[in-house]
């Protein structure tokens, strides 16, 4: 059992016109290739995804970003609660508008979310954390994640956000 407790309730919530907001992240980690080298090519770029609790697909931890933290503390956070992973929480790597179905209320009854995602560099996986009875962590590849990804918004910060802000790191690291 985990010592740490998930936030649960909607009353700290923040909104912004309509919108609920919410941070994420999309952790990620190298592995090393089976191919012995020991350059960064043999490194293999994987993210984590964690199972949806509504139904198929895969999700990037996520949640409300509540009014007592800032939006980095909220991504961390939820990091640690659905996912059980803490890390370097690294940039921000945009803003992804979209629906929810299960989260409408009276402050966003057409239940309209905006998500900040930010790369999180895994230093830490945690043996218990709040969810885990109810979430499996999943390390892929890009292309597998890009398959599995069971929202198109998280996709597009898949593709869009985080493959390019690491290959613009990648480019500055030269």
């Not at 892929?140 to 898949?158: F, G």
Request: net charge negative; glycine share 6%.
């Amino acid at each position: 059992m985990s010592d740490l407790v998930a936030r649960t309730g909607r009353h700290q919530q923040r909104y912004e016109n309509g919108c609920r907001l919410v941070a994420g992240c999309i952790p990620f980690r190298y592995r090393d290739s089976e191919e012995i080298r020991n350059d960064d090519s043999a490194k293999i770029l994987e993210v984590l995804m964690i199972n949806s609790t509504s139904g198929p697909g895969l999700l990037f931890p996520k949640g409300g970003w509540e009014n007592d933290e800032t939006v980095e503390e909220a991504a961390v956070r939820e990091a640690i609660e659905e996912a059980g992973v803490r890390g370097e929480l690294m940039d921000l790597l945009g803003h992804y508008q979209f629906k929810s179905k299960t989260h409408q209320d009276e402050f966003s009854p057409e239940g309209l979310c905006k998500a900040a995602m930010f790369a999180l560099f895994v230093n830490e996986e945690l043996e218990s954390w709040p969810e885990q009875s109810t979430r499996q962590r999943s390390w892929l590849t890009i292309p597998d994640a890009v398959e599995s990804c069971r929202h198109p918004w998280m996709r597009e910060a898949l593709e869009d956000g985080f493959c390019k802000w690491h290959a613009e790191r990648l480019e500055d690291q030269k």
